[in-house]
């Protein structure tokens, strides 16, 4: 009897250390773990892989987007929009942050627990989901408006948790 628990411990631990670290992402960003309909990989561009990628997403943020009627975002200067770059934001920012208040509140409270530090292209999803619910806050009235900022604030907040999360912990 003993055998057979240690050995459903064992593999419940190998399951645990395979398909855990697997679907971690699933857990924050469900939309990046879905296929592209043109091949066999997933969708989940990262944009931040140099400084100078930093700068340019930075650039993508001032350069004035255009958000339409069904939430789409895309880059208004049209040389921006040309880069390779841009069609890793678009992809990000319209098929994989979520745009409902639904949605950012789920992965607002899913941050709050978060047991780690975030990975760089969750750190990357998540500062683009402000960027968009501070959109929506600003063109919000009334409730809503103050719906999307307690969003944008849970946001924040997470974020800031995130950034702290090594200097949070209690000395053993």
């Not at 400084?51 to 993508?60: K, Q, R, S």
């Not at 098929?95 to 978060?114: A, D, F």
Request: glycine letters at 0%; one cysteine or more; proline letters at 3%.
């Amino acid at each position: 009897m003993l055998w057979k628990t240690l050995l459903l411990l064992l593999f419940y631990y190998s399951v645990h250390a395979t398909v855990t670290h697997r679907w971690s992402r699933a857990m924050l960003f469900p939309a990046a773990q879905r296929f592209k309909r043109s091949s066999t990989a997933f969708l989940n561009p990262v944009l931040q892989n140099s400084l100078e990628d930093v700068v340019l997403l930075y650039e993508f943020l001032l350069a004035e987007l255009d958000i339409d009627k069904s939430q789409r975002i895309s880059i208004k200067d049209e040389e921006l929009a040309s880069l390779r770059k841009a069609a890793d934001f678009d992809t990000i920012c319209n098929e994989i942050i979520p745009k409902s208040i639904t949605e950012i509140r789920r992965l607002s409270s899913r941050l709050s627990s978060y047991p780690r530090v975030l990975k760089k292209e969750d750190f990357e999803k998540t500062v683009l989901t402000m960027v968009y619910t501070a959109y929506r806050a600003a063109q919000s009235q009334g409730h809503q408006k103050d719906t999307w900022a307690e969003s944008f604030v849970n946001l924040y907040k997470a974020l800031k948790h995130d950034l702290m999360f090594p200097y949070n912990k209690e000395p053993s």
